[in-house]
């Protein structure tokens, strides 16, 4: 390999954009999961709250979980943003959502997705190129549509149904 060669090697390496499958997360649990886990399979990532008046969506989200399970990667992200409408803990979160909502998809340990603190991934989503909008989120149940090779094809605001016909045509 000449020295053209690796330098340009180096910096498609050192310049690439970042992708979704860069970022982990960890779940109610306490699981540590990688996007990368993914590849190969669209993914919906909520931001999520359990007292909020989009919360009935848990069981819109649930019946894509359940109707896609093996074509769609659904994951639930709760943050107290937005009105203080989260549990103060995980274990609420855990038990609100399964009690309520019969909720099995995966859900993230409680983040921030906007502020300071926001989590890196909701950093990446709320810049990342799409064709409908960037910017910081606006409440809860924004959702944003991944497609299977790990690139943000659409992001929708809360409340477009997760069983709207735009958000199914996609998947």
Not at 43 to 48: E, G, Q
Not at 67 to 78: K, S
Not at 79 to 107: R, Y
Request: charged share 25%; proline share 4%.
């Amino acid at each position: 390999m000449n020295v053209m060669t690796t330098m340009i090697i180096l910096c498609s390496v050192v310049f690439q954009k970042p992708s979704v499958y860069d970022f982990s997360f960890t779940t109610l649990d306490g699981e540590k999961k990688e996007l990368s886990a993914f590849k190969g399979k669209p993914m919906l990532l909520v931001n999520t709250a359990s007292k909020c008046g989009f919360t009935k969506q848990y069981e819109e989200l649930q019946q894509l979980h359940e109707q896609y399970g093996e074509d769609l990667v659904v994951i639930g992200f709760p943050s107290d943003n937005f009105g203080g409408q989260e549990f103060d803990n995980n274990e609420e979160i855990a038990e609100f959502c399964e009690k309520n909502f019969g909720v099995t998809f995966l859900l993230s340990e409680k983040i921030n997705v906007k502020g300071e603190d926001i989590d890196p991934l909701f950093s990446y989503l709320t810049q990342a190129e799409n064709p409908d909008f960037t910017g910081e989120i606006k409440w809860n149940f924004e959702k944003f549509l991944i497609d299977a090779d790990g690139k943000l094809t659409h992001r929708y605001r809360s409340k477009t149904s997760p069983l709207d016909k735009t958000i199914l045509s996609e998947i």
